[in-house]
């Protein structure tokens, strides 16, 4: 994968519970990602891990895969 | 239609595909277009339910197009990853310690390399990215960056295993998870703080065969705590031939210590420090 796209969405730090909403995910009382529709489903992160709205990085592809912001997350996605 | 003919229509606005950035926000106005319209701000907070439905679908086809939708930092350091995983010359000292060292180990030091380029190149970004490796490796991986900055891996590593393995497998489990070898000065570390862990390492290396210790100091104020040290300590370190190298443009400084003679007393008054050699 590369970063060569001639038109991206981004988001503002800001702006992530709205993003969140978008993709029909909400952030529970304990600040982790959480499906709108079951908030018992935990958001997963594509490591495994649960996230929180503070980590919430982004996604990728039909929002199936979400990314934490730190550096070893990202170091691990830019290797695909 | 595509997503962005999509989000054209959506907003009623005339911006060309190529290569627009839209901003998802949660202030100012509901749309707004910057840098010749190359920039549109779109403020989620603002839009009516029928608009952020729409624009549900829009983030949906977009992703479904193989695109990430990312916070605008972590898009750039992910930007950044790629050209540095392009133009780095990194990879000949991760194949080296591949098969060598631990898995977990390996990847703090991916990310430990990364750190050190951006510590040459632009350190106003340091202070994150090694919050992000001790988060991930503990203080494990703080001392793996720590000593992968200072250039142990290349530099004592790397010739230790290339002149014995078998020392290299003994020392590896010393130098990482306590960092024996050297004394990194943190400004948050009182002067009393670093004379006992100078102290403590200069014993450990002394137990297990380790000719020298590293006392290594970044930024000004590290720098002259460990100069008052060697001043104050004077007749203590007269023991040890000791190198300084000092780059006052960078402001680092690093002390060897040349372990040959031993000390009439402990340079630290207190050793209630918990961490003791291992047996070998």
Redesign the interface.
Known sequence: ???N???????????????L????KRVDDEGIIVEKEDPNVHVLAFDGTELTLDE????????EVF?K????S??R???R | MGW?DSLKALFHIEID???????????GNKYESHDGNRTLSLN??KLDHDE?EQ??TI??Q???A??????????S???D??DY?KRSSNSSILSFFRDIIPAEDL?AL??SL??REKFNTDRTKVPQ?KD??V???GNRGKNIANLCTAGYFENFLMKLYNSSPEQFKRLYELVVPKSIIAVFVYHDMTKEDITREIDLKIRLCKNYGVPFMHIHGIGTSNTQKIKEILDEEREYFSYYPKRIFEDEDKGIIAVELLLSNQPPTDLSKENDNPIEPQPE
């Open positions: 994968m590369t970063m796209e001639d038109a991206v969405i981004v988001f503002d730090k800001n702006a992530r519970r709205e993003v909403d978008l993709l029909d919430f990085g982004g996604v990728k592809k039909g929002s990314i912001n730190d550096l070893v990202l170091m996605l830019a290797r | 962005f595909y190529h290569p627009t950035k839209i901003i998802y926000v949660n202030s989620l907070s952020k624009l549900k983030t949906h977009y992703l479904d193989g695109k990430l939708l990312l916070e605008a930092k972590t898009r350091l992910l930007e990853l790629y995983n990847e991916e990310a990364y750190l990215l992000d490796i988060k991930n490796f």
